[in-house]
Structure formats: C-alpha cells, structure tokens
C-alpha cells in the first residue's frame, strides 16, 4: 500500500472528529447543525480517504459505526440483532450500480424489490414476548439503544398486544419502524405551543424525536406521534418469506404501514415508482427524504449479507435537496441560550421547494473560510426537508469587485464580553451568564425542576420578567418584590406571594442543583453532582485548575476548560457575588455517609417504582450506596420495581438478590 501523506492523515482525523461531533448533535442531542447533503459531502469523503488507504482504517471511526451513542439519560438496550443504517443513491445511475451489483451476488436477472418512502423520524424497535409488547428502544449506535417503553406505550396506533394467533407463531417478536409526527399534527402541536407561550418545535423529525425522549412519558402523551412499521429483525420466521409478506402480515395485527409500498423488479420499474413518490411528496401528511428499496426475498437477503455498517441488500434513494441561487446581502451574528454564537446569512429572498427563504445558517467561523464566502456574492442556498437553510457553496465567476469579508467578532454583539472558542471546538461561545440575549432561555433553566427549582417561574413568567427589565440576569430573582410582580399580566396577590416564598425555599438549594443552575457549558446533572462531591464547596471549585479538575473522574479536558474559563469570567463571577448578597446560602456539598447502612455496597434499579429513579438513588447514595448502570459481578442488590427489563434477568443468572423498595427500606433502617 501507499505511505499516506501526512496531510492526508491530518485531514482523515479531523474529518471523524467533525462527523462524531455532528452524530452526538444529529442523533443524541436533537439539534443538527449541518444540512443531510453537507454531512454526506463529509461521509463520503471519509469513505473516499479509508477506500484509497485501507490501512488507515480504524476500529472507532465512523464508517464501521451505524450511528451516535445513546443518551445516558435512559437505560441501555442490546439489540438483539443490530439495527443497520442504508446505503444511499442520488439518482438512477447509482441505483443501477447497486442493482448490478445484487444481480452479480446472486447470479440472477430481474430481482423483485419492496419499495416505501424513507420516513423522516426517529427509527425504534419493538419487542414482543407472547404477543405482549414489553420493551421499545430507539436505535442507538445499531448495537445498543435507550429504553423508552413508557414513552412508546402513549402512541395510540402501537399495538400492545398481537392476535393469538401471531402470539402463539411468534413467541418472540421484533418489530422495528419508525415514529413521526404528521405535518398537519405539527402545525396544531406549534400553534398550540405558541399560544400558551412555550418554545415551538423545529420540525416535525426533531420535534418526534424530542417528544419520544422526554424523561416524563406525559409529555409524550400530549405529542399526536404515530409509529409506522417497515419490517422485523428475524429473517427466518416461519410464514415470512420476503419484506411484502412482513409488511402484509404487519398489517393484519393492526400496525400503520406507509399506503405508499409497492412491489416491482428491475430498474425501470424502481424508477417510475421513484418519480410517483416524488410527484406526491407535496401532498403526504408526513415528512420523507427518498425510497427505500429492498431486496423482497428473505434468502436473497441472507445470500446478499451486509458491509460494515449497512446491508447490501437494501438502499435509500434519496431526493435532491432543494437549492436555489440568490445574493448574500449582509451577515449578522445571533447568540444562543448557551453562549454559541452563530453567523446568520441574510439573503434577498427567494424560494427554495416553495419556502420564501431571506436567512441561512453559516454554521461557524471555519464553514465562512471553507467556503471562501463573502457579502455581496451570489450564494447557493439549500433546504433538505424541514432542515434550516443553510449557504452551501458561491457562485465564484459572479462574484463583483466590491464584496466584503466577513469578520467574526471577537466580543459578543449582545454584552461585548470577549469570546471564547474552546481548543478542538468550531464554535465562539460568550462566558457571560448575565449576556442579555442568553438571559431569558438562561433564567428558564436556572429556575427550572433540576436547578433551583422555582415552582411558578416559567416560560411565560421570564418573558414578562425579562421584556418589563425587572430581571437582567438570572441572580435579579433573589431580588424580586411584590410591587415588582403585581403590575405583571395575571400576576394576582395570592400567586406573587407563593413565587415569592418558592424563591425563598430556593435560596437553600443543594450544591449541585447550583451548580447546574450556573448554566457551565457541558456541566449537566451528573457532571454537576461529580464536581460538588470532588470540591464540597462552590468557592474550591471556582479557584481549581485545569489539572485538579482533569484530576476529578469523569471530567474530560474540555469540560475542564470550560469550568475555569466561566468562572475567570468578571461578569460571571459579579453574578455569584449578586446570588450571595440576595440570601443563596451556597452549602458546602454534603458527602456520602461513608459509615452508612449501604457502604461499600452496589445496586442496579430496574422497572416502575413507586419514586422517580433519580429520588431512590439519591436516597441510597445518601446512605453510603452506589448506584451502577447495569449488572455485574460486582452487584449487590437489584432494586427492582414493576415491568423490568433484562437487568432482573442477569441478577437472577448471576444469583444477585433482587429487593423491592420495601426490603431497600429495611436496608436503611
């Protein structure tokens, strides 16, 4: 083989630090920062640079994985059989390349092929033991997802139980589909959000995927989401020969299967079926992005296999993304509730798919210099669904003498503290908690249930408190009085008096709810629980380095960063001082009993109890316990509630005692 040249090895690294960082962004945090068509651009040259110098092929890069890692928030699910991404094909001369290369595998002529529309949602699976529906994941990384069975159990067209008949077929069954939210259902969904105040959806794919992995499953129960099924995991299941009989039976046992699915074979007939999909697009109640075509025969399947991260026998093909031509008339830079700065286009209108489109994300400093992008050029802007607009490329032979560059700031344009852009990260972010445009998303946070937990205090609330300049950063609550709060719209005396008195319970929250609160850039419950039980006190972590902070496990270099660089911010640390002369009382964190009932010992909870999860193992950690994710040797006890999963089988196989909350009890005692 080759030697690789040094530049590209540089470049082969970056390109899977981008596509890991837009996966965590994509499939764990729900807000993608690139469009469909630019992350593909960077996936295919990833594959490009591993094709022409295979050896630099590694078992972590993102090409031998199917997607991001799941959120720690839920438990972890083990796909029984990996649930694997697609292929993808743009236009008739790629699909006739993977139909060629079928039609050589299987050493055949004309292959029958199911095609359906490629749903734009969260893709899940369902497990079924004796036709009772007992388990749903999200997809994960296609080896383990997040337990969301409550969650799935509030869509009202999932069947919770099969017909006898498929019971007794079908002792254990895995259905996979995919969970959206129709357009229609959306737009009542925004429209009521909006009118009591709340922030609205982005689009129907982010708003199915954030409904679904609600930690609270009433929330889910208020969103209209529908589940579709497209298959089952098992190949070899009596009575199922190929993808259409699947679909079929599906359908019988009461699953919703997209109208559009249609049987064909060759490529002419894969071709007219694409361009009637396209022709209707316009008219479906739900988001799609393409076909899905799929080798119909279960055994032409299995003789066909699968590469790393997809099957050979199934491809998306996917539609173009819409683009228009139009001048990028100026630039302005928005600030977000966290801090990150973005570069907003501003366009002279036009349309794009039937949108009048005048804005464009630019994404960060470093797409404005990869695109060599300028004010006054003539831009080429895309949408891909409901995705934002974004500029993707310049018309170079029209660009005019006079354009101008475009300079990123260097202080925040709301408060003029200077930016900062973390080592390894692409974005400027602004320190300043007390930074006007972040303060009223910030105060929302800081008053929320996990932080300071100001019952009263919500969307509505801050905007008033925010727009009448009563609160100008987080710490103006502490300060608050009567008078301030009766002027305001439904603001009675009785409701002003019991806000006041949550603020007042509120000066007493524990360490790492402050520390939550503070709103530190990646510093969330866990890390925030980690820092006050390694520091004990607000004052030691503020004066901690770098090193002593890296020191603390689980916190990560980055992370450490961002936790000296926010509390070297002036603005931030006048805030702190502002909290204490307003009565926070900033307790020193107390530690786990190390001489309690439950030291040294381990417990997993599983299953439905009786207290939020979070409730009991704070209860057990309080009394000297640690809490594990999952089953080991090392486990002491399984705290196990109603409906568990797979943790109580394993206690039971590993001989680990399995107690209810009772017998957790008695332990304390």
């Not at 796909?79 to 050493?107: N, Y």
Request: hydrophobic residues 40%.
């Amino acid at each position: 083989m080759t030697t690789p040249p040094r530049k590209i090895i540089d470049e082969l690294e970056k390109l899977r630090r981008e596509i890991r960082r837009h996966d965590v962004l994509y499939y764990v945090e729900d807000r993608p920062e690139i469009t469909d068509a630019e992350y593909d651009r960077l996936f295919d040259r990833l594959l490009a640079i591993e094709r022409d110098y295979p050896d630099l092929v590694a078992p972590d890069s993102p090409s031998q994985r199917v997607g991001a890692a799941p959120s720690k928030r839920f438990e972890p699910v083990r796909h029984r059989l990996p649930m694997l991404s697609l292929q993808k094909v743009t236009d008739r001369a790629g699909f006739e390349d993977f139909d060629r290369r079928v039609r050589q595998i299987l050493e055949t002529g004309e292959v029958a092929y199911l095609v359906e529309p490629k749903l734009d949602g969260l893709a899940v699976e369902l497990v079924y033991r004796d036709g009772l529906f007992v388990e749903g994941s999200t997809r994960g990384d296609g080896e383990t997802g997040e337990n969301i069975t409550p969650n799935l159990r509030t869509i009202r067209n999932l069947p919770l139980r099969l017909s006898h008949g498929a019971a007794r077929k079908y002792p254990l069954l895995e259905v996979r589909g995919e969970v959206i939210l129709k357009r229609s259902a959306f737009e009542r969904l925004n429209r009521r959000l909006r009118e009591a105040g709340q922030p609205m959806l982005a689009n129907p794919r982010n708003g199915a995927a954030g409904s679904l992995r609600q930690l609270d499953p009433k929330i889910t129960a208020a969103r209209p989401l529908v589940f579709f099924a497209y298959g089952v995991s098992e190949r070899t299941l009596p009575g199922l020969p190929g993808q259409s009989a699947t679909a079929a039976f599906l359908r019988r046992e009461g699953f919703s299967v997209p109208d559009f699915m249609e049987l064909v074979s060759g490529v002419d007939a894969v071709d007219r079926a694409f361009a009637r999909l396209a022709a209707s697009r316009p008219e479906l109640d739900y988001e799609i992005d393409g076909m899905v075509v799929k080798v119909d025969s279960y055994a032409h399947q299995e003789a066909l296999g699968q590469i790393s991260r997809a099957p050979r026998w199934a491809v998306a093909w996917k539609f173009s993304a819409e683009q228009a031509e139009t001048i990028l008339e100026g630039v302005e830079f928005s600030v977000g509730r966290t801090g990150t700065v973005t570069p907003v286009a501003r366009l002279r209108p036009v349309a794009v798919g039937g949108v009048t489109v005048s804005s464009a994300t630019l994404h960060n400093e470093d797409e404005i210099a990869r695109l060599d992008v300028r004010v006054g050029d003539t831009v080429i802007v895309q949408r891909a669904g409901d995705v934002i607009p974004a500029v993707v490329s310049v018309v170079a032979d029209k660009r005019p003498a006079h354009t101008r560059p475009i300079v990123f700031p260097k202080a925040c344009p709301s408060c003029t503290e200077p930016l900062v852009r973390p080592e390894g990260e692409a974005a400027y972010r602004c320190q300043n908690i007390a930074c006007p445009a972040q303060t009223e998303r910030r105060l929302i946070h800081f008053a929320s249930k996990n932080c300071f937990d100001i019952e009263g205090l919500g969307v509505k609330l801050a905007g008033q408190l925010i727009a009448a300049a009563v609160v100008r950063d987080p710490a103006d609550v502490f300060y608050l009085t009567k008078d301030q709060l009766l002027p305001l719209d439904l603001m009675a005396d009785k409701r002003a008096e019991n806000l006041l008195n949550a603020i007042d319970r509120s000066r007493r929250a524990e360490l790492p709810r402050v520390l939550h609160a503070l709103g530190i850039f990646g510093v969330g419950e866990t890390a925030a629980r980690i820092l006050a039980e390694r520091f004990e006190t607000l004052d030691a972590l503020a004066a901690a380095s770098v090193e002593d902070l890296q020191s603390t496990p689980g916190i990560g270099p980055v992370l450490a960063r961002n936790i000296t660089d926010f509390f070297g911010n002036e603005g931030n640390r006048r805030m702190i001082e502002k909290m204490r002369a307003g009565g926070v009382a900033f307790p020193p964190c107390r530690s786990r009993r190390a001489g309690g009932p439950l030291a040294g010992k381990t417990f997993v909870i599983t299953g439905t109890l009786s207290r939020p999860r979070p409730q009991i193992q704070k209860l057990i950690e309080e009394h000297g316990g640690k809490v594990a994710s999952s089953v080991s040797a090392g486990t002491d006890y399984v705290v196990c509630g109603e409906n568990p999963g797979s943790k109580r089988d394993r206690a039971e196989k590993l001989k680990i005692p399995i107690i209810d909350e009772n017998e957790l009890s008695r332990l304390l005692d």
